[in-house]
């Protein structure tokens, strides 16, 4: 991670092959909450509501563009609109710019109807951060793919899947969080959700490989939320890449995950219907 900007274009030329747009989608550029973000429209006759998707890219990589396929499948499977934030990314913008960012937007979109909050790998991070910081209405729930939730790196999947990931190179951690926390703490319940005082969280689902690196995140920040209350449930896959779900069409699991992470977004909405809004 020595050249973020070669990361960059990295990340964009693999969404421009690997990752086409389905059949259909339709986007526009807005901005909401100062924050520029791509708009997903959602499918004709869909329900009230969207899923604010938040990219990953390591904190550093990454753009509304190169994750719009996979935020436009998942919102299809869910009968929503998307809306992907370009926020602030690192090191140029450290922590917590890109948190401020996210929040930002959901604080924007919250008065329009339900929102369902999503991201994979940091972006996954990045929505339960702001899931945690959220005040007014409370997101229906939140979809993570690989979340990267505990920048002090304890989980023990950092050395166990070491040489099992075939993404993530565990020796680049640390670089990676210091990267983006610019001189933070790593435990900071911001940066580090896994940390922050949950308060009867919305429902949640997360995936996770069990030979990836963050494997442990996810599993440890389910049993955190159930801890203050929440209902979190996280699947478990086999040996799959980091974000499998982003190489959907080509990898049939990819579209079975998105596909149960589009219903159990479609019942989050439905579930909130009628009950209690705020906290």
Do not use: K
């Not at 901005?31 to 869909?46: K, Q, T, Y």
């Not at 949950?198 to 949640?204: I, L, S, T």
């Not at 998105?258 to 809004?277: D, H, K, W």
């Amino acid at each position: 991670m020595a050249d973020p900007a070669q990361a960059r274009r990295a990340f964009g030329h693999a969404a421009r092959w690997g990752a086409p747009d389905p059949r259909g989608a339709r986007y526009r550029r807005d901005v909401l909450g100062g924050v520029p973000v791509l708009r997903v429209a959602g499918p004709p006759g869909g329900a009230r509501g969207v899923v604010l998707y938040v990219h990953g890219g390591a904190f550093v990589a990454g753009a509304a563009d190169t994750h719009r396929a996979l935020a436009a499948r998942l919102a299809a499977g869910a009968g929503l609109a998307a809306v992907i934030p370009d926020y602030r990314l690192a090191p140029e913008h450290p922590f917590p710019a890109a948190l401020e960012d996210v929040v930002a937007v959901l604080h924007a979109l919250s008065a329009d109807g339900p929102v369902v909050l999503a991201g994979d790998s940091a972006g996954g991070g990045l929505a339960l951060s702001a899931l945690a910081q959220a005040t007014g209405p409370v997101p229906a729930g939140l979809v993570a793919f690989s979340p990267f939730v505990d920048l002090t790196l304890s989980g023990a999947s950092w050395r166990e899947n070491a040489a099992r990931d075939a993404l993530l190179p565990a020796a680049r951690g640390d670089e990676v969080a210091a990267l983006y926390l610019g001189g933070a703490r790593a435990d900071d319940p911001r940066a580090s959700p896994l940390f922050a005082r949950w308060q009867a969280p919305p429902p949640v689902l997360m995936f996770a490989a069990r030979t990836e690196v963050l494997r442990d995140d996810a599993v440890r920040m389910a049993r955190v939320l159930r801890a203050a209350g929440g209902r979190a449930e996280v699947r478990l896959a086999g040996d799959l890449p980091h974000v499998w779900p982003w190489l959907c069409p080509w990898l049939p699991e990819a579209c079975a995950t998105l596909a149960e992470a589009g219903a159990f977004a479609a019942a989050c909405v439905q579930e909130l219907r009628g009950a209690p809004t705020s906290r």
